[in-house]
Nanobody, 121 residues
C-alpha cells in the first residue's frame, strides 16, 4: 500500500515561515515528480509548485520568490519551504507525487491527505 503523508502545516503570522513535508511509503520503484497544490475555501485547487525527477522546478506566479520546492530522494520525501507568508496563502495544501511502480513499468499518481496552512494578518 503506497501512501503520501504530509506534515508541517499550522498557524503562522503574516511574514512567517513554514516547511511542509511529503513522505512516500510503501512499495514503489522511485518518485518521478512531486507537486504541491492548495485549495482555499470556495476556490479551485491550484498548482503551487512542481519538481521533476531531474530537479527542474516551476512555481505559480503568486509564490515565486517566496516558496521553494525540493526533494530528498534518499528519504522519498518532498518539501515546500514557504517564506514571507501572506494571509492569501491560507489554504489546505496537498502533495501529489507520480510514482514509478516496481511491476509493470508504469507510473501512478498519488495524493496526500492535505495539511492546513493558516496565515493570520
Amino acid at each position: 500500500q503506497v501512501q503520501l503523508v504530509e506534515s508541517g502545516g499550522g498557524l503562522v503570522q503574516a511574514g512567517g515561515s513554514l516547511r511542509l513535508s511529503c513522505a512516500a511509503s510503501g512499495s514503489f520503484f522511485r518518485i518521478n515528480t512531486v507537486g504541491w497544490y492548495r485549495q482555499a475555501p470556495g476556490k479551485q485547487r491550484e498548482l503551487v509548485a512542481h519538481i521533476t525527477s531531474g530537479g527542474s522546478t516551476n512555481y505559480a506566479d503568486s509564490v515565486k520568490g517566496r516558496f521553494t520546492i525540493s526533494r530528498d530522494n534518499t528519504k522519498n520525501t518532498g518539501y515546500l519551504q514557504m517564506n514571507s507568508l501572506k494571509p492569501e496563502d491560507t489554504a489546505v495544501y496537498y502533495c501529489n507525487a507520480e510514482l514509478r511502480m516496481i511491476t509493470g513499468g508504469g507510473s501512478l499518481p498519488y495524493w496526500g491527505q492535505g495539511t492546513q496552512v493558516t496565515v493570520s494578518s
